[in-house]
T-cell receptor
């Protein structure tokens, strides 16, 4: 199994530009999570999908952030327009069973975003 | 709300030393508890977990016991290796207002093992 795949691994962009991060979860997993990791705030849950449906987006910082999961094998996180304070490492994680917290989450390698 | 508190790092140890990383939590009821590890440049990966009080999770020489009375889940290893150098995250999973069991992570503790 290839694990959770994220692209790009690194992204450098200028303030005001649109950024799209991509994630391919492990095949057969029903849950997908997007997290943001910064030194100041640690690991924060941005959004949780269950069977491709957004269940909890309370962690999405503001309207500049949006996430989609058009099918079971692909999700995107978009920031438009990007700001320097969005600079962070963004992780995608998937889990085999929907909504069961005792299940292991499998993390991708992350996308390091730098907004100049 | 739910929260996880873990000891500040970095923790620097010599190879073969004993490791303890403290973790305490705040949550109602009986959350599931986890330790995740993050190696440089990689995502988090599950190290061990415990789903009920007095359970002991163990993996790769690491272990942690779910202590309900002290709301703790301290990570221990008897003899660390250089390859254990990483950031360790304590976490809990508990029901949320969204109708699912949300995972809350601690801030992470960096471990550096010196040869």
């Amino acid at each position: 199994d290839a694990g959770v795949i994220q692209s790009p691994r690194h992204e450098v962009t200028e303030m005001g530009q649109e950024v799209t991060l991509r994630c391919k979860p492990i095949s057969g997993h029903n849950s997908l999570f997007w997290y943001r990791q910064t030194m100041m705030r640690g690991l924060e849950l941005l959004i949780y999908f269950n069977n491709n449906v957004p269940i909890d987006d309370s962690g999405m910082p503001e309207d500049r952030f949006s996430a989609k999961m058009p099918n079971a094998s692909f999700s995107t996180l978009k920031i438009q327009p990007s700001e320097p304070r969005d600079s962070a490492v963004y992780f995608c994680a998937s889990s085999p069973i929907a909504g069961t917290g005792s299940d292991t989450q499998y993390f991708g390698p992350g996308t390091r975003l730098t907004v100049l | 709300g739910n929260s996880v508190t873990q000891m500040e790092g970095p923790v620097t140890l010599s190879e073969e030393a004993f490791l303890t990383i403290n973790c305490t939590y705040t949550a109602t009821g009986y959350p599931s508890l986890f330790w995740y590890v993050q190696y440089p440049g990689e995502g988090l990966q599950l190290l061990l977990k415990a789903t009920k009080a007095d359970d002991k999770g163990s993996n790769k020489g690491f272990e942690a016991t779910y202590r309900k009375e002290t709301t703790s889940f301290h990570l221990e290893k008897g003899s660390v290796q250089v390859s254990d150098s990483a950031v360790y995250f304590c976490a809990l999973a508990k029901g949320s207002s969204g109708g699912y069991q949300k995972v809350t992570f601690g801030t992470g503790t960096k471990l550096q093992v010196i040869p």
